[in-house]
């Protein structure tokens, strides 16, 4: 079955950087996108971007545009997400989640647990 | 982009009652690419429906969904204990993908 992985909760300071991970498996990794969403606390989810594994293609919101990239490594089929330049309201919960139909964007069939983000000074 | 509003906030119910959300998007979602998460504390989204009305793999029949363009429903027709969560629409249909505020079903 699809399972997906991610790393373990992080304290940053603000101005840093933070590198989250997604390890697949259960499926072929390159034939489904990748999506990252983030939860603040109380808040909506929040879409942030997403890769397409087979090629490395990738898109971002125009919110995170400046300051995320998603990357993959095929051999061990993971996708990484890294947020620069942290700030207090980047405190979220940070999730990986497969799309439902293949390299494209549309429903997220399959979620990670969520990685906890926390900037604190 | 597509803000998605759902109501009510909160929804306040027995068990074995019938529960109807909505999903209001601020411009037209062509192709029903609208769907519904459920999430309970601590977990990640659980994807129910997608298309607006097509339940997901392994998803109860007692879960349902319907509607386009800009209004959708989300109906749960007989709740279980479990089914007490915050439920989630999305669109999908234009960029950037985004989600509604949620609406918190509980235990009245």
């Known amino acids: 079955q699809v399972q997906l992985v991610q790393s373990g909760a992080e304290v940053k300071k603000p101005g840093a950087s933070v590198k989250v991970s997604c390890k697949a498996s259960g499926y072929s990794f390159t034939r489904y996108a990748m999506h990252w969403v983030r939860q603040a606390p109380g808040q909506r989810l929040e879409w942030m971007g997403w890769i397409n594994p087979g090629n490395g293609n990738t898109k971002y919101s125009q919110k995170f545009q400046d300051r995320v990239t998603i990357t993959r490594d095929t051999s061990a089929n993971i996708v990484y997400m890294e947020l620069s330049s942290l700030r207090f309201e980047d405190t979220a919960v940070y999730y990986c989640?497969?799309?439902?139909?293949?390299?494209?964007?549309?429903?997220?069939?399959?979620w990670g647990r969520g990685t906890l983000v926390t900037v604190s000074s | 982009e597509i803000v998605l509003t759902q109501s009510p906030g909160t929804l306040s119910l027995s068990p074995g009652e019938r529960a109807t959300l909505s999903c209001r998007a601020s411009?037209?979602?062509?192709?029903?690419?609208l769907a519904w998460y459920q999430q309970k504390p601590g977990q990640a989204p659980r994807l129910l429906i997608y298309g607006a009305s097509s339940r997901a793999t392994g998803i109860p029949d007692r879960f349902s969904g319907r509607g386009s363009g800009t209004d959708f429903t989300f109906t749960i027709s007989r709740l279980e204990p479990e089914d007490f969560a915050v439920y989630y629409c999305q669109q999908y249909d234009t960029f950037p993908v985004t989600f509604g505020q949620g609406t918190k079903l509980e235990i009245k």
């Open positions: 989640a497969r799309d439902g139909v293949g390299a494209t964007i549309s429903r997220f069939d399959s």
């Open positions: 411009q037209s979602v062509s192709s029903s690419f």
